[in-house]
């Protein structure tokens, strides 16, 4: 379970780093401010949960078990928003209509706090 955190952290460490300098250089120049700080906040949360599934995969504080728990809560999160918000930012340079990916985002956000506040609950309670 580790290693599969471990090498999710990684890729959301990659893509992130990847499509902050494609937002940086591209499509600064073909996106509008508001369309480029929303790709840059999905950017931003994606290496957000690469460190918190860093920390996670590196941790003996949390049970195997609960583990897997956060590892699904953050991975959906992630996923849920950072993925429809670059869809929905970069919408009309694909003309592509990704509207309906609108819910999406704040669902993958309560998935991301659920992941925290359920990592904080199981350390609250760890015994020993």
């Keep these: 379970m580790d290693k599969k955190i471990l090498i ?3 890729s959301f460490g990659f893509v992130s780093i990847v499509l902050g ?3 940086a250089h591209a499509l600064k120049k073909v996106l509008t401010i508001d369309q480029l ?3 840059e906040v999905g950017v931003r949360y994606m290496m957000y949960h690469a460190l918190f ?3 996670l995969g590196t941790t003996s504080i949390v049970l195997p078990e609960q ?3 956060i590892y699904y809560l953050t991975l ?3 996923l849920f928003f950072s993925v429809s918000i670059f869809l929905l930012s970069t919408q009309a340079l694909s003309g ?3 509207k309906f990916l609108g819910p999406i985002t704040p669902i993958g956000g309560l998935l991301l706090i659920a992941a925290w506040a359920t ?3 199981y350390i609250i309670t760890k015994k020993g």
């Design 8 to 10: 999710t952290a990684l």
């Design 21 to 23: 300098a494609f937002g």
């Design 37 to 39: 700080s929303s790709f």
């Design 53 to 55: 599934l860093l920390f």
């Design 67 to 69: 583990k897997n728990v």
């Design 76 to 78: 959906s999160g992630t």
């Design 96 to 98: 592509l209509n990704f």
């Design 119 to 121: 990592t904080i609950y």
